[in-house]
Each structure stands twice: as C-alpha cells, then as structure tokens.
C-alpha cells in the first residue's frame, strides 16, 4: 500500500470512529436531553475509552454538535481570508465557522443531529468555551489582515480593535442562525442569503421604530 492509500485508510477510519461517537452522543441526548448524558455515558454507548474520546471532542457538547478539535489558529484564518480577497470577509468567516460542523459524510448522523436540535434549539448554545475559543482567533485574524489591508475594513470611522469584535460576534452569529435554518428546512441557505435576510430584518426593525 502507498503512503496515499495508507493515508486516505487511516483518514476513513479516524471518522468512522468519530461519527460513531457523534452517534452515541446524539441517540443518548434524544433519550435523555443534554443534562442527562456525561461523557462517561457517551464512551460507554461507543465503547470506547474517555482517552479516545478526547483525542477527537474537547467537550460533550462538541460531540453533540459535531466540531472538530482543530478549528483553524490566527495565521491559517488570515491566509483563507487573503484566498478569498474578492468576497465579503464576513461571509468568508461564516463559511470557516460553518465548517466546523462535520461534513455529513454520515447522513444518519446528520438527521440524528436535525431530530436533537428540532427537539433541544438549546443545543446550538452549548459550549460556550469553545465558541469564546473561536470568536477571539477570528478577531485576532481580523486584527492582523484588517492593519495590512484597510481597503477591506466595512466600520473605517470606528478603530479595527472594535471591528474585528463585531465581526467576530456576527460570524458566529450568522453561521448558528444558517444552521438553525438548516435544521428547520431542507435547503442549507447560502451565506449571503443569510447575511441579507439578517439585513433586511435589522432594517425592518429601524423602520418599525421610526
């Protein structure tokens, strides 16, 4: 076997061992909610140690919700927004927090994750660690391609210190309101989309105050 079979092998074992804890968490949260279940509950419905159990999730609630460990470090976030220099940076930070969420190489996996999140809409603001986590290496990337590139900025009359924060809150935020319109309907919408209906929706709100 080549070190390109032997690689794509050690790949397709690694999520099949992860879906299967996704699997676990899910099927036990659905019988028991979110309080009920202890990552104890989860190894043992996989069968697997807390050891491995860690090697994949740092938390119950990123099982559940099917992040990944890894979510991209400072520098790795300012080259993708560099990649994409010709789109919204916003709608670009959506996408890199979108993809936290597991692929749906497991489409069992995915309607069990729709059933808990129709059931529980809570979950989707569990691990709030983990989201801090991510929010400030999204600001901290702001921070950094923001100074280099100022033609990028989108609030020139406030300091990029206060921009980076607010985009760093509003990514999370648009990513977990296009999730949550995932679960609720068939279509995934598309970043943009989701970022205009949100548009949209604040304008409305200026306008029934006037």
């Not at 977990?176 to 409305?204: F, K, Q």
Request: proline share 2%; net charge negative.
């Amino acid at each position: 076997m080549d070190g390109a079979a032997s690689e794509g092998l050690r790949y397709r074992k690694k999520l099949k061992a992860r879906l299967a804890v996704e699997r676990a968490a899910l099927e036990l949260v659905i019988e028991h909610g979110f309080d009920g279940v202890t990552v104890e509950d989860i190894c043992a419905r996989a069968e697997i140690s807390k050891k491995t159990f860690f090697n994949y999730f740092s938390s119950k609630a990123s099982a559940v919700m099917g992040w990944m460990d890894a979510f991209p470090d400072e520098a790795r976030i300012v080259e993708i927004l560099e990649e994409r220099a010709q789109t919204c940076y916003l709608d670009v930070l959506v996408d890199v927090v979108g993809a936290r969420l597991s692929s749906g190489a497991d489409e069992s996996v995915m309607e069990l994750r729709r059933e808990a999140l129709c059931l529980m809409p809570q979950l989707f603001f569990q691990g709030q660690r983990d989201i801090l986590a991510v929010q400030h290496s999204i600001a901290q990337a702001l921070r950094l391609l923001l100074a280099d590139h100022p033609e990028r900025r989108m609030l020139e009359s406030r300091p990029i210190e206060e921009e980076a924060l607010v985009a760093s809150s509003t990514a999370i935020s648009l990513a977990r309101t296009r999730a949550i319109l995932h679960v609720r309907g068939d279509d995934e919408p598309s970043v943009t989309d989701t970022r205009r209906m949100i548009a949209n929706y604040l304008l409305a709100g200026d306008a029934a105050s006037a």
